[in-house]
C-alpha cells in the first residue's frame, strides 16, 4: 500500500463547476501536506499547502486537513480548462522529503 | 520572481555514458532536493543536500552521486546509464530544512538513455 493514496481518475467536471480532490495517508507521523498541479511533461507547481487541521483558503483553491482521518483534500471553485492537469498530492514527515501519490487527472470540460 | 534553474533541459546519453544534471536553487533557498520521475510514475526522492551536506537519501542507485557546491547549486552524477534511468529529473529547492518549508521546483532535465 502506498504512503499516499489518490484516486488516479480521471476525474470530469464541467467548467464553473467545482472540482473536489482527495488524498489519504498512511503515516500518522505526517506533518505538512502540500498539493502540486503538474502538467505533462512539465514540472510539478505549488498549489497549496496545509499544516495545520481545518481549511486554507487561497483565491479559487481550498485545501483541508483532517488529521485524526489522515485525509487532506483539495477544492478548486470556479473550474477553468486550465485547471486539466494532474493534481499530486504529497506530505513530509520527520524527514523535509517530499512523499507523493500517484495523482490525479483532473479534466474541465467546456 | 526567480525560479529554480536546471540544466541541460534535454539529454540523451547511450547506456553506460555518464551524465551531469545542474541545478541552480531559489536564491537564498539552502536546501536542495532532487526526484526522478518516470512515465506515467510519480516523482520519487533521491538526495537531498542542506548547506552543502547530504541530509537525506532515498532511492538512489550507487551508480548515482551528487554534491551541493559553496554557492549552493548542485550536480547530479550518473554513471553507467540504463535504459531504465530514462525519465524526469527534477530539481527543488526550499528555504530551509525543517520539513514545513514548501519546495519549488525546476523545469526539470529529460534524459534519454538509448
Known amino acids: 500500500q502506498k504512503e499516499v493514496e489518490q484516486n488516479s481518475g480521471p476525474l470530469s467536471v464541467p467548467e464553473g463547476a467545482i472540482a473536489s480532490l482527495n488524498c489519504t495517508y498512511s503515516?500518522?507521523?505526517?506533518?505538512?501536506f502540500f498539493w502540486y498541479r503538474q502538467y505533462s511533461g512539465k514540472s510539478p507547481e505549488l498549489i497549496m499547502f496545509?499544516?495545520?487541521?481545518g481549511d486554507k483558503e487561497d483565491g479559487r483553491f481550498t485545501a483541508q486537513l483532517n488529521k485524526a482521518s489522515q485525509y487532506v483534500s483539495l477544492l478548486i471553485r470556479d473550474s477553468q480548462p486550465s485547471d486539466s492537469a494532474t493534481y499530486l498530492c504529497a506530505f513530509t514527515g520527520t524527514a523535509s522529503k517530499l512523499t507523493f501519490g500517484t495523482g490525479t487527472r483532473l479534466q474541465v470540460t467546456l | 520572481a526567480a525560479g529554480v534553474i536546471q540544466s541541460p533541459r534535454h539529454l540523451i546519453k547511450e547506456k553506460r555514458e555518464t551524465a551531469t544534471l545542474k541545478c541552480y536553487p531559489i536564491?537564498?533557498?539552502?536546501?536542495v532536493y532532487w526526484y526522478q520521475q518516470g512515465p506515467g510514475q510519480d516523482p520519487q526522492f533521491l538526495i537531498s543536500?542542506?548547506?552543502?551536506?547530504?541530509?537525506d537519501k532515498g532511492s538512489i542507485p550507487d551508480r548515482f552521486s551528487a554534491q551541493q557546491f559553496s554557492d549552493y547549486h548542485s550536480e547530479l552524477n550518473m554513471s553507467s546509464l540504463e535504459l531504465g534511468d530514462s525519465a524526469l529529473y527534477f530539481c527543488a529547492s526550499s528555504p530551509g530544512l525543517v520539513g514545513g518549508y514548501e519546495q519549488y521546483f525546476g523545469p526539470g532535465t529529460r534524459l534519454t538513455v538509448t
Open positions: 503515516d500518522r507521523g505526517s506533518q505538512s
Open positions: 496545509i499544516y495545520s487541521n
Open positions: 536564491p537564498r533557498h539552502d536546501t
Open positions: 543536500f542542506y548547506e552543502k551536506m547530504q541530509s
